[in-house]
C-alpha cells in the first residue's frame, strides 16, 4: 500500500542488521524516507546523524517513526521515550528483555493512538505461509527443530550477546520459535529446557527444549552456537498425512521429500511493506507468544556450566 506522503523514519542502531538489511529495505520502499541515523559510534554516508535519540526527537519532530535496531537490553527505555514523543516505532526481534516491558510498550502505543510492530523477520521466509497452510488441516505427529550455527561467524565483536538481559543463542533461536507459533495449528509449550552457559558468559551458548502438546505431538528444538560445519536452520514436521521439512531458515518448504517453494530472500521488503500498512490503519501488531517461549525456557531450564567462550 502506497501512502501519499513517504513516512519520514529514522534508524536507532547502526549495526549490522540496520546496514544489512533496514536501509535497503527502506531505500527500497516509496512508503518511506530515512531521515536522520541515531547512533553512538557509527555514521551512515549522506544520512543526518545524532548520537543520542532525545536530540533527534527534540530537533526532528517531522521524523514520525523509528526502526530500533539496537540490542534487546537497551530497547525499551528508547521506545519508551519514542513513543512519549508522540512517534511510531518498529522494533527488531527480541522485541525487549522481557515480557512485561514489551507489554508496557503495547500499552504506552494504544494509550497514544501510535503504531508500534514488533518484527519477527522469520515469519516472512518464504515456506512459512504455505507451511502453515499445510499444516492446518493435518494431525502433528513430531516438530524437530535445529538451528545450529557457528557464532563467531554470525556475529564477530557482539559482546553485547553475552550479557545478561540479551539472550544468547535464544537470538537465532527465536526465529525458529517464530516460524514455530505461526505454522503449528495449535499452541504448545515448553515442558523442560537444558540451558549451556560458558562459565565466562550471562547467557547460553546452546539449549536444547521439549515441548508439551496437547494432542501429544512430540516438538523438540535444539539450539547451538558451536556448530562449525554446515549451517543448519531446519524444522522437520511429520504428519497423518506425509512430512514437511522448512530449511536455510524458512525459505525453502519441502514436502514428502519434493520441493515445493523457494526463492530470493524478501524478509525485510516484507517487514517495511507490513510497517507501512499498519502505519496507514493505525494498528499495533505485537506478538510476544516467541519471547514467551524463551521466557519459558529459562524459567524451567536445567543450567549446565560448558567451557569459557573466547572469540
Ligand atoms: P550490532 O551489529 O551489534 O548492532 C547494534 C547496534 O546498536 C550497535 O552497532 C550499536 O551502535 C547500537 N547500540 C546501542 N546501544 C548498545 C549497547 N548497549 N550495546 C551494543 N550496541 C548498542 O547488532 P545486530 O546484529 O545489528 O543486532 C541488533 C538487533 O537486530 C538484535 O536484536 C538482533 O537480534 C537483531 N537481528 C540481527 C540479525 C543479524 O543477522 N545480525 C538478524 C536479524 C535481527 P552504536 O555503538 O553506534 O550505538
Redesign the pocket.
Known amino acids: 500500500m502506497k501512502a501519499t506522503e513517504p513516512t519520514r523514519i529514522a534508524i536507532v542502531?547502526?549495526?549490522?542488521?540496520?546496514r544489512?538489511q533496514h536501509m535497503p529495505s527502506i531505500e527500497h520502499n516509496p512508503n518511506f524516507t530515512l531521515c536522520a541515523a541515531v547512533?553512538?559510534?557509527?555514521r551512515v554516508d549522506g544520512v543526518e546523524h545524532y548520537n543520542a535519540l532525545d536530540a533527534m526527537l527534540l530537533k526532528r519532530p517531522d521524523i514520525t517513526a523509528l526502526a530500533l535496531?539496537?540490542?534487546?537490553a537497551?530497547r525499551f527505555d528508547m521506545a519508551m521515550a519514542a513513543l512519549r514523543a508522540g512517534r511510531h516505532v518498529l522494533l527488531?526481534?527480541?522485541p525487549g528483555a522481557t515480557l512485561t516491558e514489551v507489554e508496557t510498550l503495547v500499552g504506552e502505543a494504544r494509550e497514544r493512538g501510535l503504531t508500534l510492530y514488533a518484527t519477527w523477520?522469520s515469519r516472512h521466509a518464504l515456506g512459512v505461509e504455505p507451511a502453515r497452510d499445510w499444516l492446518a488441516p493435518r494431525r502433528i505427529r513430531s516438530v524437530r527443530i535445529v538451528w545450529k550455527e557457528d557464532v563467531r561467524r554470525?556475529?564477530p565483536g557482539?559482546a553485547?550477546i553475552w550479557n545478561a538481559g540479551n539472550v544468547g543463542v535464544f537470538?537465532p533461536g527465536i526465529n525458529a520459535l517464530s516460524i514455530l507459533t505461526r505454522i503449528m495449528p495449535h499452541p504448545v509449550h515448553v515442558a523442560s529446557a537444558d540451558l549451556d552457559f560458558p562459565s565466562n558468559c550471562q547467557t547460553p551458548i546452546a539449549a536444547r527444549l521439549e515441548f508439551a502438546d496437547p494432542f501429544g505431538a512430540t516438538v523438540t528444538a535444539e539450539f547451538d552456537w558451536r556448530h562449525e560445519g554446515h549451517q543448519t536452520w531446519d524444522i522437520a514436521v511429520e504428519t497423518d498425512a506425509g512430512s514437511l521439512l522448512l530449511s536455510e531458515g524458512g525459505s525453502r518448504l519441502t514436502i514428502d521429500g519434493e520441493p515445493a517453494v523457494s526463492g530470493p530472500d524478501r524478509e525485510y521488503p516484507a517487514i517495511y511493506e507490513h510497517f507501512a500498512e499498519l502505519l496507514a490503519a493505525g494498528r499495533i501488531d505485537v506478538d510476544v507468544s516467541p519471547l514467551r517461549h524463551v521466557a519459558d525456557a529459562f524459567l524451567v531450564g536445567r543450567r549446565h556450566e560448558v567451557d569459557a567462550f573466547h572469540e
Open positions: 542502531g547502526v549495526g549490522k542488521i540496520a544489512d547512533s553512538r559510534h557509527a535496531c539496537t540490542p534487546p537497551v527488531e526481534k527480541p523477520h554470525w556475529h557482539q553485547w537470538d
